[in-house]
């Protein structure tokens, strides 16, 4: 799921996030460009990774583990790719620019990285 900075959309994308399942959630992985959405939002309630583990749990769940990685550390820009299979989650990221969505087609994943789990730090 994609969150944009403002207030009103992230809130709504933690609810809609609730109402789909997620509120048994053990572990909840935000994964992204961090460091400039930081930058970028105008919301302070989501200025440091400690503000959005506060507002995830209290959102979804007060007893998940917030993870994060951030793509930012990838030197590119990404697409992130997740995929869960009953409590098994793999993540992984590709450079933007060898893996360009057109239309409604998925895109060839050459160049796929993994992100390992020792890689999500914890707030």
């Known amino acids: 799921m994609t969150i ?14 609730k109402s789909d399942g997620a509120a048994s959630a053990q572990y909840i992985y935000v994964i992204g ?17 400690k503000k959005m583990s506060a507002l995830i749990r209290g959102a979804i769940n007060p007893h998940a583990k917030v993870l994060f990685f951030d793509t930012a550390t990838c ?3 990404t697409h992130i790719i997740v995929r869960c299979s009953g409590t098994q989650l793999s993540a992984a990221w590709v450079d933007s620019s060898v893996a ?6 998925f895109p060839q994943l050459e ?7 020792s890689s999500f730090e914890q707030r």
Request: hydrophobic share 45%.
């Open 100 to 105: 360009r969505v057109r239309g409604a087609a």
């Open 33 to 49: 460009a961090i460091r400039r959405f930081k930058i970028g939002t105008r919301y302070a309630g989501v200025d440091t990774r």
């Open 111 to 117: 160049g796929l990285v993994q992100i390992p789990t």
């Open 75 to 77: 030197k590119q820009d």
């Open 4 to 17: 944009a900075t403002e207030a009103e959309l992230i809130e709504q994308a933690l609810a809609l996030l």
